[in-house]
Each structure stands twice: as structure tokens, then as C-alpha cells.
């Protein structure tokens, strides 16, 4: 089983920029997709983008141009940078591994964006 953590959400003012970073420990095998999804109160969990294999990525049209991802192999950590932050994207923000059939979550961090 892998856990992973998540950290870097914060209050941030629109047009602003934040970096999520998410840390796996445990048994990570090279053939693995990381990414990010995001729930906002009373709204379904939306899947915002991936990196498959450590170099491959792919977003969600609603953040495409605006949220990057960014893998670091040797720190088995992935990031989220999130640029041009507007209301909307106020959520909880989760990262998630899949690997192996299974599929493991982290618990979560909050991103508040005020207008």
C-alpha cells in the first residue's frame, strides 16, 4: 500500500498562484499514474490532470493552461502548479496513485481562492 500526503493548500487571493505538492512513501513502482482531482462542496470530485510513468501528462480542459504537473522520481513526489487562481477553484484538492491495480488517495488539502 502506498501513502500519500498531501501539502501546500492556503488561502489565496484570485489571480494568484499556488504549488501542491503530494509525497508517496511506501512500495512505488516506475509503471504508476499520479494526479489530481478536486471537490468542491456539494459538487461531484472533478479530475483535474495526471502524470502517467513519471513524463506523461494529461488535464482536464477546465484547468488546461493554467495547472501544471510536475513529477520529481527521485523525491516520489508530484506537484500541482496552479497559476491564474480564480473563486472557482476553491476546493479540496486531492492527490491519487494507481499502480498495480490498486489505487491509493491522500487525505486531502484545502485551497480557498478569494475574490
Known amino acids: 500500500q502506498v501513502r500519500l500526503v498531501e501539502s501546500g493548500g492556503a488561502l489565496v487571493q484570485a489571480g494568484g498562484s499556488l504549488r501542491l505538492s503530494c509525497a508517496a512513501s511506501?512500495?512505488?513502482?516506475?509503471?504508476?499514474?499520479m494526479g489530481w482531482y478536486r471537490q468542491a462542496p456539494g459538487n461531484q470530485r472533478e479530475f483535474l490532470g495526471s502524470?502517467?510513468?513519471?513524463?506523461?501528462?494529461n488535464y482536464a480542459d477546465s484547468v488546461k493552461g493554467r495547472f501544471t504537473i510536475v513529477g520529481d522520481n527521485a523525491k516520489n513526489t508530484i506537484y500541482l502548479q496552479m497559476n491564474s487562481l480564480k473563486p472557482e477553484d476553491t476546493a479540496a484538492y486531492y492527490c491519487?496513485?494507481?499502480?498495480?491495480?490498486?489505487?491509493?488517495w491522500g487525505q486531502g488539502t484545502q485551497v480557498t481562492v478569494s475574490s
Open positions: 511506501g512500495i512505488i513502482f516506475s509503471i504508476n499514474t
Open positions: 502524470l502517467m510513468n513519471g513524463w506523461r501528462t
Open positions: 491519487y496513485m494507481r499502480q498495480e491495480g490498486e489505487e491509493d
